[in-house]
């Protein structure tokens, strides 16, 4: 087995060469190419589109070259939009993975996938797709920065992350699209049946992006008189200014370095290192 990788430094001496033409191309090399299997790992995020099309570039040189290749991604970029809500809107969960396999990736080893909702081994768009959860160490650092703490997710597709810890969830309510050239759907309300006062809550899911659903949450737990708030996911994008609102409103906001932020503190190297041995 080979393993090759531009950007996972702190696992993995870089190996394979990126570079930028002019016109703002990428140039993608991988020396002393051979027929052989090869773990390929990857960050699709940030700047996803032109990380994603890296990935195409050297899953199809290892392709070429007659190597079985799996990607390894820690976040999937597109990941939210496997379904369509008005007619003519792309599938691009669906998309992304099918050009993976198209390029090459016999397989796609990734964390909390936002469209499986569960650990495990899955086939998607003809791509298997091995989704590994990074819920137990992020529970297991809470406890350790807070202590004892009762944990729920903000919505049902998080469910998974909390269950097994007896965790309960919070029903999720979205608004139609917003005007405007930049597209999202608003969080309307995020809403709980069952008692928080008085006690220490962990509101745990798979992304924040721009917080709107985190922030609904924290909203909710607060007056439901919880005695302290944090809040933790497995990919932290941050967008819109949403951890400092965060930091204003819990106590305490923590992420793994899938994707690197201020509060990456808990890291995903336990979860990849299986794959290097």
Do not use: W
């Amino acid at each position: 087995m080979r393993f090759v990788s531009p950007n996972f430094p702190d696992m993995l001496e870089p190996n394979i060469e990126i570079k930028t033409f002019p016109d703002g191309d990428s140039y993608v090399r991988i020396p002393h190419i051979k027929k052989e299997d090869s773990m390929l790992l990857h960050r699709l995020y940030p700047e996803q589109n032109t990380a994603i099309f890296q990935a195409v570039q050297m899953l199809d040189t290892l392709k070429r070259a007659g190597a079985s290749a799996t990607l390894v991604a820690p976040y999937l970029p597109y990941s939210r939009q496997d379904k369509t809500f008005k007619d003519g809107e792309a599938l691009s969960a669906e998309i992304i993975c099918g050009l993976l396999l198209h390029a090459g990736a016999k397989k796609l080893v990734t964390i909390d996938c936002h469209f499986l909702k569960k650990e495990g081994t899955f086939r998607y768009a003809g791509l298997e797709i091995e989704n590994i959860s990074a819920n137990k160490l992020l529970i297991e650092h809470a406890r350790e920065k807070t202590g004892e703490v009762e944990i729920i997710s903000p919505d049902a597709g998080a469910k998974y992350l909390v269950e097994e810890f007896g965790g309960k969830s919070m029903e999720k309510k979205r608004g139609e699209y917003q005007e405007g050239e930049e597209t999202y759907r608003k969080i309307e309300s995020v809403e709980m049946d069952f008692d928080v006062k008085g006690k220490n809550i962990l509101i745990l899911d798979d992304m924040i992006s721009t917080g709107g659903t985190m922030i609904k949450a924290v909203e909710n737990v607060k007056k439901g008189g919880a005695s302290k708030v944090y809040c933790a996911a497995t990919h932290g994008l941050f967008l819109k200014d949403s951890l400092k609102k965060l930091k204003e409103i819990c106590d305490g906001v923590f992420v793994t370095d899938s994707i690197a932020s201020e509060v990456s503190e808990v890291s995903i190297r336990p979860l990849i290192e299986r794959y290097l041995a």
